[in-house]
């Protein structure tokens, strides 16, 4: 499957943390590994697997983030098809941060999921309040803005798609 052909309708999620970690790890570009950011102090753990959006650039200089449902984690650097089906708006203390909910489709409990109102309201709760939460004990803030569904959350994807693309075509070494 290309998502060339399909985005941003089929996007590849890039595991950085399985659902049940409090480990953060997070992808250095310029590396290209999974580093260990930091160890959350909250006592609270990623309830989803979480990740990047691949050959996307969010506002922030990162890749768009991403939160994946699936039945069992997966493991840093697991690449997986997934359909967008909303999107977390939230920001902090370095601004806008969307986080960009999908869910596997090679996981059949959650494959015939293409909306956010089929997915648990409980689950939606769960993911807000890790948000609310797992910064508290770093003295950070986190601002909740909702969720957005399908449409807004492919028209966030295509604008970070044409950044990724924008960025790429610029010559090596020139400032923007």
Not at 35 to 43: F, K, N, T
Not at 78 to 100: I, N, S, T, Y
Not at 133 to 162: F, P
């Amino acid at each position: 499957m290309s998502t060339r052909l399909s985005f941003p309708a089929v996007i590849e999620v890039v595991v950085e943390i399985p659902a049940g970690s409090r480990n953060k790890y997070e992808y250095d570009e310029e590396a290209k590994v999974i580093r260990l950011d930091r160890v959350l102090s909250s006592a609270v753990f990623y309830n989803f697997d979480y990740g990047f959006i691949e050959g996307t650039r969010a506002d922030d200089g990162d890749h768009t983030d991403a939160m994946l449902l699936i039945d069992e984690p997966t493991f840093p650097g697991c690449h997986v098809w997934a359909r967008p089906v909303g999107v977390l708006k939230m920001a902090d203390e370095q601004g806008v941060d969307f986080k960009v909910l999908c869910v596997a489709l090679a996981d059949p409990t959650y494959a015939h999921i293409e909306a956010l109102r089929q997915v648990s309201p409980h689950k939606l709760l769960e993911i807000e309040q890790f948000f609310h939460t797992y910064k508290n004990l770093e003295d950070k803030s986190v601002e909740i803005d909702g969720w957005a569904g399908v449409a807004e959350t492919l028209e966030i994807l295509r604008t970070d798609r044409q950044r990724w693309l924008d960025e790429q075509a610029e010559p090596e070494g020139s400032e923007t």
